[in-house]
């Protein structure tokens, strides 16, 4: 047994003895969640709902409609509550400074789902439980070089449909998709744009690329599936084949993205899974306890090609 297991232990047994008041009382957390902006989303909040309703645990949910000013009033209302913890999945990195030093003022622990926040002082938070963004980033890239090597000598023209500016996973999926087109003569972004996540932006800005671009387009990369689905549906009124006239590429592996798959209409999820409840009520429990927790907590992930979708579909979970 290491020594800050016994210390751990000793401090619990000592807790319970003085106070089996508080033994009754459910851990209160204040969640502030993004939106319900994709598939991704709305099965992200359905996990930390049921995860706190199984692990007896009170939850005060809030949801931001993708804008910042209302995660941060929600986190100050947290604060005036006195929650035992807050977590929140923060919709952009940057400008979180200000509100996070209330909250450690007031000596709550904060815990981020899902996406990072660009804090200069590190201690504002305790840990992040999320994918790694970049390396779905890389992963959807990878899966194209190779699609591409299938064709030598071809030149893929790639339109790229980005997250919510400003999000780490837009920030992430970027990076890691570049780092690995980067020097590749056959893959070139042509045109790149926000699309917010949604499908009907998806859908709208992909009819723009398609206007602008035309039959010169060979690939669309999207930062999440909501928004390739859209953007197949535009392909479709124009005409085109999505799958075929347009490889379609893509990141979260949502049902939606496996039907697509399944129709021949996208080529590739890759994995991203929203399922983060269980691990949110383990963070918050253990924080609360006094256990030190690791400063990121890394959910695991694979790559689904087309030519497997029919075969996992039954076994996906949201
Ligand atoms: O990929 C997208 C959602 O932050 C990982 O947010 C999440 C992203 C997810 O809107 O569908």
Redesign the pocket.
Known sequence: MTLTRRTFIAGAIALGLAGSAYAAKPLVIGFSQ?GA??E??TANTVSIKDAAKKAGVTLKFADAQQRQENQVKAIRSFIAQKVDVIAF?PVVESGWDTVLREAKAAKIPVILT??DVNVADKSLYVTLIG?DFVEEGRRAARWLADYAKKQPGKTFNIVELQ?TVG?A?AIDRKTGFEEVIKGNPQLKIIRTQTAE?TRAKGKEVMEAFLKANGRSINVLYAH???MAIGAIQAIEEAGLKPGKDIVIVS??GVKGAFEAMMLGKMNVSVE?SPLLGPQLMQAAKDVVAGKPLPKRIVTEEKVFPAEVAAKEFPNRKY
């Open positions: 993004v902006e994709s991704w989303r999945s899902d996406r994918s997250g999000s996973p996540f999440n599936d909501d990141i979260d991203c």
